[in-house]
């Protein structure tokens, strides 16, 4: 393959008229005139080329600790979507406390796994993961169609695991102004709960249920509800599930 003088190629591209400055002040970045131009270029170039340039620029910007969702795309037009899906991994991890950034990063992660055959066994994982980062960042718009898609599977989960998907379902629908759906939500986990004799991982979504039966007009059922929500929540160290159902408890008593 001969070896391309990328400035010899800048000065014939912008000569010709195929790249035009796309920053005029300095006239530094360059961007072809037109989208269909770059179509034509872009597809005249050999796929195993194509793939080649698309990991070079991944590594380039990956050193450069820049864009991430762009590094991710250049791996996954290179043909390496485990080095795209890490390379989201890691971006989310080092989003800390952010918790919008964190929940994109989330998102673009199970969306790239769903695209992808090799990566479908990890869209599950994904999938919870990207609903606590929407649920944690209160984006109940997105949460909900992640939501739905969990919730048919619910019956396999490990009790913590279905507990914590009810409460998300809950305050998901309770954040898009479904109420009755909401209460119905609660009230069936509960009961399931209570059927199944296993109540340790619950405290939260009991006082979201008990919260449902306060705002309903049923206060014996809040009070007892929050009762129940305020041991278990003690008795696992869930200082936010304590907190709300003893607000919730409080407004009960009337």
Known sequence: TATIDPARAREQMTGG?????????????????HPLVWEAVYNDVPLPRRRQLHATIASTLEA?????EAVA???????????????LLVARKAAGGNVGRGASLARAALDLARRHPSLHER?????RLAVNDLFLAGRWTELEPLVNNLWPARH???????????????????FLGEL????ATADEEVAQIE???????????????????????????????SERAVAIARGSGDAEASARAQLVHILARR
């Open 156 to 174: 396999t989960m490990q009790p913590e695991a279905r507990a914590w998907l009810a409460n998300v379902a809950v305050m998901d629908l309770l």
């Open 17 to 33: 008229g195929l790249l035009v400055a796309a920053d005029e002040a300095s006239g530094d970045v360059l961007a072809f005139w």
């Open 73 to 87: 795309r250049h791996h996954e037009l290179a043909d390496d979507p485990d080095a795209a899906l890490e390379t």
């Open 195 to 225: 059927t199944a004799g296993d109540s340790s991982a619950a405290g939260l979504l009991l006082a979201q249920a008990a919260f449902l039966a306060n705002f309903s007009g049923d206060f014996a059922v809040a009070r007892q509800r």
């Open 180 to 183: 009755a759906r909401a209460r």
């Open 64 to 68: 450069e600790d820049l864009q991430p």
């Open 123 to 127: 869209v599950d994982e994904l999938s």
